[in-house]
């Protein structure tokens, strides 16, 4: 029996590779920082600094340059990214040099409060240098979470649940709907 579940594992593990080589190889190393979930997306910032993305892409928001839709692969979008935001129809990253970047099609609101206009296929480099501390922790969804308890456990009440689903607005569509793996960024 021992035997069968060993076979059944390689064999699972060689479809899995032979159908999805980078996107299962990946997940399987648990080489990802962050993950970002836009509108049927998904943006992926390895350790290295390398920035990977797959699903939807109808408005250009993947950056590969096309609007052809990645369901079995990752594709690798560019390096030396430090943070990335996956919004409804557009990405931003910003970049280890303090860079910020977007595409896609959407307003882009950056540190400023001004709003940028972007309509493209591929990261476009916003002009001027940002310069971003991380101001939160983060906590990982998992199955039975529900923001209230997060709020809870991490903010101490739970009714702060709503400080949680507003600084995550742009992965949360309904705060009574969150999801195994995603990256929810917690208020201090």
């Known amino acids: 029996m021992k035997m069968k579940k060993i076979i059944s594992a390689v064999l699972l593990m060689f479809i899995l590779t032979a159908v999805?080589?980078?996107?299962?190889?990946?997940?399987?190393?648990?080489?990802?920082?962050q993950i970002s979930s836009g509108d049927g997306y998904e943006m992926l910032l390895k350790s290295d600094g390398s920035l990977w993305a797959c699903g939807e892409n109808d408005f250009g928001q993947?950056?590969?340059?096309?609007?052809?839709?990645?369901?079995?692969?990752?594709?690798?979008?560019?390096?030396?990214?430090k943070q990335v935001f996956a919004g409804y129809r557009h990405t931003t990253a910003i970049k280890t040099d303090g860079s910020l970047w977007?595409?896609?099609?959407?307003?882009?609101?950056?540190?400023?409060?001004?709003?940028?206009?972007?309509?493209?296929?591929?990261?476009v480099k916003i002009d001027e240098p940002v310069v971003i501390e991380i101001i939160y922790k983060t906590y990982t969804v998992v199955k039975g979470d529900c923001l209230w308890n997060i709020a809870k456990k991490y903010l101490?009440?739970?009714?702060?649940?709503?400080?949680?689903?507003?600084?995550?607005?742009?992965?949360?569509?309904n705060?009574?709907?969150?999801?195994?793996?995603?990256?929810?960024?917690?208020?201090?």
């Open 175 to 188: 705060p009574h709907k969150i999801y195994p793996g995603q990256i929810l960024r917690l208020p201090e």
């Open 102 to 123: 977007a595409w896609g099609k959407g307003e882009v609101e950056i540190f400023d409060g001004t709003l940028i206009n972007i309509d493209s296929l591929t990261p």
């Open 20 to 33: 999805f080589p980078v996107f299962a190889a990946d997940i399987i190393a648990g080489d990802f920082i």
């Open 156 to 173: 101490g009440a739970g009714n702060r649940y709503v400080e949680i689903y507003e600084l995550n607005r742009d992965i949360i569509k």
């Open 62 to 81: 993947l950056g590969d340059g096309t609007t052809t839709p990645k369901y079995e692969l990752l594709i690798k979008i560019m390096d030396d990214v």
